[in-house]
Structure formats: structure tokens, C-alpha cells
């Protein structure tokens, strides 16, 4: 990291998560879209409620909820990805309030900003309109390329030459907790999105930090 980035920030790349942490899709997306699948797929299966959705895919991981519990086979997986597709393509949920400033105001001063997410890549670059990240990981098939395998972190180092302790994993959830190990890359977590005790003590635990706010989140990345 050069001496002006250093002398501005704390850390030279934030990658981010993008549901939960920037955009509020959960309640607007997601879950609601899985509450289609249930009443599609598994009409006589209660789904479960949005606290639920959240513990699920903090633990054991989505993918894994609905092969295992669900025991969803392969042309339901299909079906449950089209009805997701058709929610993430015609609703656009909002940033929380204060997160795209802030993440102007850290490029202003030298900063890199990565994604690595669940979600589409195209259904990210939708949400983020005019502001681009300079690197996007989206959803993919291959649990070896998607979080929480570390590979979307190391491509993000390579590429732009950083050290593991140069950038800073910014999630709401225990997937980029994981990430974090596997990469030497620490982690933050963001707190404004959902207050499960079970996943916030969690997070202050293995994290560097948690963000009660996205006020509390600037004044972390941005030095005084």
C-alpha cells in the first residue's frame, strides 16, 4: 500500500457483501421469493419465517438448507432459481441509507471496491446503477468459486497485487467469516440489517469489528 492510501485508510480494498450489507433485498427479494418456492415446491411444508431465512443462510448455508432439509433434487434447484431470477430481476431493493456515500468518499481516497455475493453478478451491477465496483464474484454453481471458498478473495488479491492484511471482508453472516479464514483476509461485520443474538454474537466474536450503523462503518474505514 503507498504511504498517501496508508496516511487515508485502513485498509487499501473493502469486499463486500452485497445483500444485508448494502442493499436491503432479505425482506424485498429473497425472502420473499422463497416463500413462492415453498407454496410452489412444498405446499404442504410451512415455510419458514424471515428470522428463520436469515439463521438458515447463516447456518448451514443456503445451497445446503435447501439440499439437505429441503431435499430439493436438481429440476427443483432449477424451478427455485427461476422463481429467484423473476423477484431479483423485477425488484430493486434499496442501499441503506448512507452506504453508496461512503463508499464514494473511500475511492476519492484511493480506495478499491470489491464484491463477492450470492447474488447474480448482473442483478449486482443492476443495483449499483452509475456506481461500479471495480471487481465483482457473483453466485456460482461450483461451491470451490463462491463464498465461502476463498477463491473469490485470492483472485481480488492477485489481481491488484494486495497483501491478506491490505483488504477487509465486509458481511453480515458466518459465510464471510469463513472466507476470511481460508484467505488471511480479516473481517467486519455489519450489523444494520437484522439483530438475531445468535448471529451477532457470532459476529462479534470472529470479527475485527462490528458496525452497529453505516456511521459506525465509515468512521472505520475512512481514518479521521
Same mark, same amino acid.
Not at 32 to 41: D, K, Q
Given at each position: 500500500m503507498s504511504q498517501? &492510501?496508508?496516511?487515508?485508510?485502513?485498509?487499501?480494498c473493502l469486499i463486500l457483501d452485497h445483500d444485508d450489507t448494502a442493499v436491503d433485498s432479505t425482506p424485498v427479494i429473497h425472502y420473499?421469493?422463497?416463500? #413462492?418456492?415453498?407454496?410452489?415446491?412444498r405446499p404442504h411444508h410451512k415455510p419458514i419465517d424471515l428470522e428463520g431465512w436469515f439463521l438458515k443462510n447463516f447456518h448451514p448455508g443456503i445451497m445446503e438448507y435447501m439440499l439437505g432439509e429441503l431435499g430439493m433434487t436438481h429440476q427443483e434447484l432449477e424451478k427455485e432459481y427461476q422463481i429467484w431470477r423473476e423477484f431479483a430481476s423485477s425488484r430493486v431493493p434499496d442501499f441503506f441509507p448512507g452506504f453508496i456515500e461512503t463508499l464514494v468518499?473511500?475511492?476519492?481516497?484511493? *480506495?478499491? &471496491?470489491?464484491?463477492?455475493?450470492?447474488? !447474480?453478478? !448482473?442483478?449486482?451491477?443492476?443495483?449499483?446503477?452509475?456506481?461500479?465496483?471495480?471487481?465483482?464474484?457473483?453466485?456460482?454453481? !461450483?461451491?470451490n468459486r463462491?463464498? %465461502?471458498? %476463498?477463491?473469490?478473495?485470492? #483472485? &481480488?488479491?492477485?489481481?491488484? *497485487?494486495?497483501? %491478506?492484511? #491490505?483488504?477487509?471482508?465486509?458481511? !453480515?453472516?458466518? %459465510?464471510?467469516?469463513?472466507?476470511?479464514?481460508?484467505?488471511?483476509?480479516?473481517?467486519?461485520?455489519?450489523g444494520w440489517s437484522h439483530k438475531i443474538p445468535e448471529i451477532e454474537q457470532y459476529m462479534r466474536t470472529h470479527c475485527v469489528a462490528y458496525f452497529e450503523s453505516v456511521k459506525d462503518f465509515k468512521k472505520f474505514i475512512l481514518k479521521p
Open positions: 498517501s &492510501i496508508s496516511n487515508l485508510l485502513r485498509y487499501k420473499p421469493a422463497h416463500v #413462492e418456492v415453498m407454496r410452489l415446491l468518499q473511500y475511492r476519492e481516497k484511493g *480506495g478499491l &471496491i470489491a464484491v463477492v455475493s450470492h447474488s !447474480d453478478k !448482473d442483478i449486482i451491477k443492476k443495483h449499483y446503477g452509475s456506481f461500479h465496483p471495480d471487481i465483482i464474484f457473483g453466485w456460482s454453481y !461450483d461451491k463462491r463464498k %465461502p471458498s %476463498p477463491w473469490p478473495v485470492r #483472485e &481480488i488479491l492477485k489481481n491488484y *497485487g494486495l497483501h %491478506p492484511k #491490505e483488504a477487509l471482508i465486509v458481511d !453480515d453472516l458466518k %459465510p464471510g467469516v469463513l472466507m476470511s479464514r481460508a484467505s488471511g483476509v480479516p473481517a467486519a461485520a455489519t
